[in-house]
């Protein structure tokens, strides 16, 4: 799933292209989507994010709301060239196309006004204090890992980046959130700082199938230091890599330095 770096990648490119094109033409694919009318002739404002999701802000019109979920993703495409498989949904402008193309057709999209996420931290790219963290996690017994990835909490963080989040704090991704101290949870702050803005530098990560808007990898698998790594080395202490299964999902740390 696109976490935080990814579509902020996606927000950031389409916010060098979007704004001020007009939309010539909105073409449904797959009528799993909906009803997307009256679009036709609305000039785009400007992209923002919330969390995991893109709003695409029109000129006296409604925003268009889009989530990508599992394998969601997006292209522009110019010139005539071929549809790729699985495409959903077509935008076209007089620059070029965006496509929304989505293999398992999960990837939600649908007019409203601009969420204001209730969530008491809802950007963290603009930092997750640590007096903040601790207060909200206060006597949580669920794991640390889970607590990051809650959106209820916290918005954008997923599978990946807590991982990457909690080997770069030193902290075991099993741990009671409410059991961590005011120190761990500055370890956290400080690693969300160095983890999450790198991993938006290299266009997201790459492990599967996320490309950025213009179909190239992004390339912060390069640094990641437990995710996928599993029986490896860990760069800093030397210790064995493991993995395993926390809420159902795959769950990466070295247990030789993350207590």
């Known amino acids: 799933m696109p976490e935080l770096p990814e579509v902020e990648t996606l927000c950031r490119q389409l916010n060098g292209i979007l704004p001020g094109q007009e939309i010539r033409n909105v073409q449904v694919v797959d009528a799993r989507l909906g009803l997307l009318a009256g679009l036709d002739g609305h000039r785009i ?13 029109l000129e006296n019109g409604p925003t268009v709301l889009l ?20 495409t959903r949904l077509i935008i076209s402008f007089a620059a070029g196309k965006l496509l929304l193309i989505d293999p398992r057709r999960f990837a939600t999209v649908r007019l409203g006004s601009d969420p204001v996420l209730s969530v008491p931290l809802a950007n963290p790219l603009e930092g997750l204090p640590a007096r903040r963290l601790r207060e909200i996690a206060a006597e949580r017994r669920l794991p640390v890992k889970s607590f990051l990835m ?6 954008g963080i997923g599978n990946i980046y807590a991982c990457e989040i909690l080997h770069g704090a030193k902290i075991d991704p099993g741990r009671p959130a409410g059991s961590l101290t005011i120190a ?4 956290v702050e400080r690693a969300a700082a160095a983890v999450l803005p790198r991993a938006v530098a290299c266009r997201g990560t790459t492990v599967s199938d996320w490309r950025d808007l213009f179909g190239a990898s992004g390339t912060n698998q390069e640094h990641l230091e437990v995710y996928a790594r599993e029986g490896e080395v860990c760069r800093r202490c030397g210790g064995r890599i493991e993995r395993r299964v926390m809420g159902g999902r795959g769950t ?6 993350q207590k």
């Open 67 to 86: 989530h990508l979920r599992m394998t969601g993703r997006l292209l522009w495409q110019k010139g005539a060239s071929p549809l790729p498989s699985h």
């Open 45 to 57: 404002i400007g992209v923002t994010r919330r969390g995991k999701g893109l709003c695409v802000k």
């Open 184 to 187: 761990e949870w500055r370890r």
């Open 150 to 155: 809650d959106q209820r909490f916290i918005a």
């Open 252 to 257: 990466w740390s070295c247990p030789s330095c």
